[in-house]
């Protein structure tokens, strides 16, 4: 299997599925991020979301950033990920994010950079849909600056939602 595999797709995330896309023999760690739709954004509760991708692109901009985080916490950590497509309710998975590493520090550290620099850079666009009947598109960390700077600088601010 190859180190980095990213996936954009339209049907349901399983976790065990995820669960069996990086383990390695030489690696003591394995970090699962798995990402969910919330109930409620800013005070308005959420019914769903849409999630729309131009998919060729964003597979690209997924695997960079997984080569990325391979040159600063070594080349021998695997990833898989896969970000959902289509309308989800809330409580379903939007994206799946597996790293294995040798030690647990380099797992979770890609882990976190992937999922941060997803955000900033990949074309995924979330539209909420809310109980009061009104949709929204939500704004995204592009609007906080690139994501090399703390995402708590951006928490609560600018950057209202999570993935």
């Known amino acids: 299997m190859s180190q980095v595999t990213c996936r954009i797709i339209d049907a349901t995330i399983e976790p065990s599925e995820v669960l069996k896309m990086v383990p390695h023999g030489s690696h003591g760690a394995e970090n699962i991020f798995l990402g969910y739709v919330r109930d409620i954004n800013l005070g308005k509760r959420v019914t769903a979301v849409a999630y729309d991708a131009f998919a060729p692109l964003a597979v690209k901009v997924f695997t960079s950033i997984c080569e990325?985080?391979?040159?600063k916490w070594?080349?021998?950590?695997?990833?898989?990920?896969?970000?959902?497509?289509?309308?989800?309710?809330?409580?379903?998975?939007?994206?799946?994010?597996?790293?294995?590493?040798?030690?647990?520090?380099?797992?979770?550290?890609?882990?976190?950079y992937v999922l941060e620099e997803i955000k900033t850079r990949a074309p995924i666009w979330k539209k909420e849909f809310y109980e009061n009947g009104e949709t929204d598109w939500v704004r995204g960390h592009?609007?906080?600056g690139h994501a090399d700077r703390s995402a708590a600088a951006c928490r609560g601010h600018v950057h209202p939602h999570g993935h």
């Not at 990325?68 to 040159?71: N, S």
């Not at 989800?88 to 790293?99: D, H, M, N, P, T």
């Open 68 to 71: 990325e985080a391979r040159l």
């Open 142 to 144: 592009a609007l906080c």
């Open 74 to 112: 070594g080349d021998d950590l695997k990833f898989y990920i896969v970000h959902r497509t289509g309308h989800l309710k809330v409580g379903e998975i939007s994206i799946a994010i597996a790293v294995s590493s040798r030690h647990r520090d380099e797992s979770y550290l890609a882990s976190r």
